[in-house]
């Protein structure tokens, strides 16, 4: 199984980013998608999920509203829209898959994961 994170880089507060996680070696539909966060100094912290159906999401409070995910699987791949971006968003972000088709929020529950791809959002 492979998670290859893309679409990071380096933007203005206020921008909006998309990145991308396309998965191999897996049955996508049967896999629960999640975002996940590092900022420097910090550990890593739960951002979106996504069941494998695509039809039920849940969102970290910090991004509600302006951060939503999707997915595609035709395509194997997941998406992550962010808009409104902030400072304190800047981190390396990572996709991961959960087998059993749920979303899932904490970390434990997920069995593969992305290498990541860095977010920095100047202010």
């Known amino acids: 199984v492979q998670l290859q994170a893309s679409g990071g880089g380096l933007v203005q507060a206020g921008d909006s980013l998309r990145l991308s996680c396309a998965a191999s070696?897996?049955?996508?539909?049967?896999?629960?998608m999640g975002w996940f966060r590092q900022a420097p100094g910090k550990e890593r912290e739960f951002v979106a999920t996504i069941a494998g159906s695509g039809t039920r999401t849940y969102y970290a409070d910090s991004v509600k509203g302006r951060f939503t995910v999707s997915r595609d699987n035709a395509k194997n791949t997941v998406y992550l829209q962010m808009n409104s971006l902030k400072s304190e968003d800047t981190a390396v972000y990572f996709c991961a898959a959960g087998v059993g088709g749920s979303y899932y929020v904490l970390q434990p529950s997920y069995n593969y994961w992305g290498q990541g791809t860095l977010v920095t959002v100047s202010s």
């Open positions: 070696g897996l049955t996508f539909s049967r896999y629960g």
